[in-house]
């Protein structure tokens, strides 16, 4: 089956986006952010490949992966040369395994990017707000993921009404039971990543259980839901 050629504008936007990135990351630089030691880079970062690589397929060209805490995680504790490397190696081993088009990876990897530097500079800033506490990192996480999620989906929008035509509708990203699915993810990272910072990276290996739960139950859930919405369609038609 041919695939469409992507159109001008959705590669003037992939490529605005790619600036972006490369600009949140120059700006990064500038910031003193912290540095996890190498065993926790590749700690954190393995669990986000192994997260990343298995994504699970949803309707209307939406995937849902269960990484969303690991970048949190990152956001909150790495470097800046850190989170561009864990933004990379997260999607490097979903390509592997997955084989998207080199503008799609291209454009995952530059979203993700930059709403992970947005979610890292709200993380430190939120931090600095919030008391001392073990509820000020859970806080602070909770702000970072969901500004997360808002900036990818929104990113995600543009290049879904470009390259596809889809309106803001018709995407789905922003149906309230869809979006909750991030927003329960996410409210995972709050007590993962105090953990982290309470006991060590290796904590994480524990805390990131129900993540791991969760891909099976709910690839389950949205199976059953399509084989019942299925026999609709048809009698429909």
């Not at 159109?7 to 912290?34: F, N, V, W």
């Not at 389950?220 to 009698?235: D, F, G, H, N, Y």
């Amino acid at each position: 089956m041919k695939t469409k050629p992507l159109s001008s504008q959705a590669r003037i936007y992939i490529t605005g986006l790619g600036l972006l990135a490369l600009a949140a990351a120059l700006a990064l630089l500038t910031q003193r952010l912290p540095s996890a030691s190498l065993l926790d880079f590749l700690l954190v970062t393995s669990l986000g490949v192994i997260a990343h690589a298995f994504p699970i397929k949803a309707p209307r060209h939406q995937s849902y992966q269960a990484t969303l805490p690991f970048i949190v995680v990152a956001a909150a504790t790495f470097s800046a040369p850190q989170l561009v490397a864990f933004i990379l190696l997260i999607h490097v081993g979903e390509q592997l395994r997955v084989r998207r088009r080199w503008y799609i990876q291209s454009f995952n990897v530059f979203g993700y990017f930059l709403a992970a530097a947005i979610a890292c500079v709200l993380y430190h800033r939120a931090a600095a707000l919030v008391p001392v506490t073990v509820l000020g990192p859970m806080e602070a996480a909770l702000t970072a993921g969901s500004a997360f999620v808002l900036f990818n989906r929104v990113f995600l929008a543009g290049i879904l009404w470009l390259a596809r035509g889809l309106s803001l509708a018709r995407s789905g990203l922003f149906r309230p039971e869809l979006l909750a699915v991030d927003l329960i993810i996410t409210w995972i990272a709050g007590p993962m990543l105090v953990l982290d910072l309470l006991g060590g990276s290796w904590t994480l290996v524990v805390a990131a259980g129900p993540l791991f739960l969760f891909r099976p139950a709910f690839a389950s859930i949205l199976a059953a839901t399509e084989k019942a919405v299925r026999p609709r369609r048809a009698r429909a038609a």
